[in-house]
């Protein structure tokens, strides 16, 4: 056993078989984040064998007031985060393997994710991804950790398929676009993603090892600025849940990707392409350097035609700065990188 686990094996909860388990365990983390990020760093440090990370987006200055595993570097270049996540946790643990994925999440993918994997984490930052996590999750089995945090308060709930309620039983519809505050309207705080985070991955930890009869059974709710921590204690799923119970798994089984999102509060949309690709960069990018300068790097590149700046991922994908009018977007996509 190496030593730097030592500590971890002192604790009684854990203990050299419960760190063997760790060490032969299999997490994803879908979403890094500031929540994400958080989960990846303390499960790198805590020796979890093999960490799968899925994340769309690239890291900003914004992020990183409370995005624990990202630095000024890779916000200049923007590097996506589940790169950067690989290669900083490769400097914090290079005896765990991690897989990172730049990608969207959406129905015709999340379950191929979900493959290999023991728990799931969330990381998100969005209602439309965890709906669609908790169909995967319920219809495949597996145990998923919801977490969600904004201003100064969070809230989290370890789901177990069949034994305790879904994310659809106790919020059996997606809430309204728009009609909760985000990280964007309403702020962070690091505190709150501290706190979430430490009681997702203390759950993983306890699923790993075997201690089910740890684990919270509630839904935990904390405001670190208003000093209000809450556990609601849940009984066992809704008789009539869409999900868990009648195994209808709209989310999943919706009949198209959405092909354009407006990211909330960004002033941006991302555009989809309708099947997955894999872009030839280099070869977009000698197109559209007649047009305007382009900055590349092996993960996206980006250029600014007039007052818009769009940024393009390997899989396809676009992110259109400067509009949150979809139809622009669209249109942009169309003319610069085509459908
Ligand atoms: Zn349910």
């Not at 009684?12 to 760190?19: E, F, T």
């Not at 209808?248 to 555009?271: M, P, T, Y």
């Not at 590349?296 to 007052?307: A, K, M």
Request: with cysteine; hydrophobic share 40%; charged share 25%.
């Amino acid at each position: 056993m190496n030593e730097r686990y030592s500590r971890q094996v002192l604790f009684d909860g854990i203990g050299k078989s419960g760190q063997e388990k760790l060490l032969s365990s299999s997490v994803l983390i879908v979403g890094c984040g500031a929540l994400g990020a958080s989960h990846a760093e303390m499960l790198s440090r805590a020796g979890v064998g093999k960490l799968r990370i899925v994340d769309r987006d690239f890291v900003e200055f914004t992020n990183l007031q409370r995005q624990t595993l990202f630095n000024e570097e890779d916000a200049e270049f923007r590097i996506p985060k589940a790169a950067a996540a690989k290669h900083r946790i490769g400097e914090i643990n290079s005896g765990i393997e991690v897989e990172a994925l730049v990608a969207d999440v959406n129905n015709s993918n999340v379950e191929s994710f979900l493959e290999g994997c023991d728990v799931v984490l969330d990381g998100t930052d969005n209602f439309q991804i965890r709906y669609l996590l908790n169909d995967a999750c319920v219809k495949n089995n597996k145990i998923w950790i919801y977490g969600a945090a904004v201003s100064s308060y969070g809230t989290t709930m370890t789901i177990i398929p069949g034994e305790t309620p879904c994310l659809r039983c106790i919020f059996e519809e997606m809430p309204d676009a728009g009609s909760s505050p985000t990280c964007d309207t309403a702020g962070v705080i690091m505190p709150i993603i501290a706190s979430i985070s430490s009681v997702q991955v203390s759950e993983v930890i306890k699923l790993l090892v075997g201690k089910r009869d740890e684990l919270h059974g509630s839904l935990m709710q904390i405001d670190v600025w208003a000093n209000d921590w809450r556990k609601i204690k849940l009984a066992g799923p809704q008789p009539d849940c869409p999900a868990c119970r009648k195994r209808s798994f709209e989310f999943l089984d919706a009949g198209s990707v959405e092909f354009a999102a407006v990211l909330c509060g960004r002033n941006a949309v991302q555009v989809a392409p309708p099947r997955p690709t894999d872009l030839d960069l280099d070869h977009l990018a000698s197109k559209l350097c007649m047009i305007a300068a382009v900055t590349q790097n092996e993960y996206l590149l980006r250029f600014s035609p007039n007052e818009h700046e769009i940024t393009v991922f390997k899989d396809g994908r676009a992110i259109v700065k400067g509009t949150d009018d979809v139809s622009v977007a669209r249109s942009l996509y169309a003319k610069y990188i085509g459908s």
